[in-house]
């Protein structure tokens, strides 16, 4: 029986608080609404507590630019963004 190889990985995160363009370069993207206000990712709105995933394959390099816009201008805008990167 042979052992499959490990594929390493590094997860990293970072809170957007303003409307703007986050970049990608990764294999994976989650974005967690943790704020208050509805926040809108490429079109899809995210409520509050909720989450919007964007799984990729191995091997896949994921490039987009993704467009984040909140609803509101309040104090309490805050999207957790966690990208995994090979």
Request: proline content about 3%; aromatic content about 10%; hydrophobic content about 30%.
């Amino acid at each position: 029986m042979e052992l499959e190889q490990l594929v390493t990985y590094t997860n990293n995160s970072q809170i957007v608080r303003r409307s703007g363009s986050v970049p990608s370069n990764c294999n994976s993207i989650t974005f967690i609404n943790i704020g208050t206000d509805t926040v809108t990712v490429m079109g899809y709105p995210i409520q509050s507590s909720y989450t919007l995933y964007l799984p990729g394959n191995i091997g896949e390099l994921d490039i987009t630019n993704y467009n984040v816009q909140f609803e509101n201008v309040s104090t309490d805008q805050q999207l957790l963004v966690i990208t995994k990167t090979y």
